[in-house]
């Protein structure tokens, strides 16, 4: 049983930064792909950052040199930086892990940027 838990969203001015975190339950090697996606209200989920297992990574256009996404596996754990933060960033965002053609989703953490 994959369980992912989000941590670090919140209420942060626009310019300002947050760091998300993503704690996998047991060894992240196992996934070859791991990522971030987020859901605005009354809209679809997007991808924002995905790594490899290999530590490629690749980004939205929109997030492009203001977030970036890393993985500690020997914390087990996702993260996202994210900077110079935006009101169109706010959203519910979402951990990913992809195993064996499955994907696995956290439950979600709330990220608001004031204006």
């Known amino acids: 049983q994959v369980q992912l838990v989000e941590s670090g969203g919140g209420l942060v001015q626009a310019g300002g930064s947050l760091r998300l975190s993503c704690a996998a339950s047991?060894?992240?090697?196992?996934?070859?792909?791991m990522g971030w996606y987020r859901q605005a209200p009354g809209k679809q989920r997007d991808l924002v950052a995905v790594?490899?297992?290999?530590?490629?990574?690749n980004y939205a256009g929109s997030v492009k040199g203001r977030f970036t996404i890393s993985r500690d596996n020997a914390k087990n754990t996702l993260y996202l930086q994210m900077n110079s933060l935006k009101a169109e960033d706010t959203a519910v965002y979402f951990c990913?892990?992809?195993?064996?053609?499955?994907?696995?989703w956290g439950q979600g953490t709330q990220v608001t940027v004031s204006s």
């Open positions: 990913a892990a992809d195993q064996n053609g499955r994907r696995y």
């Open positions: 047991g060894s992240i090697f196992r996934f070859n792909l």
């Open positions: 790594i490899t297992s290999a530590g490629i990574t």
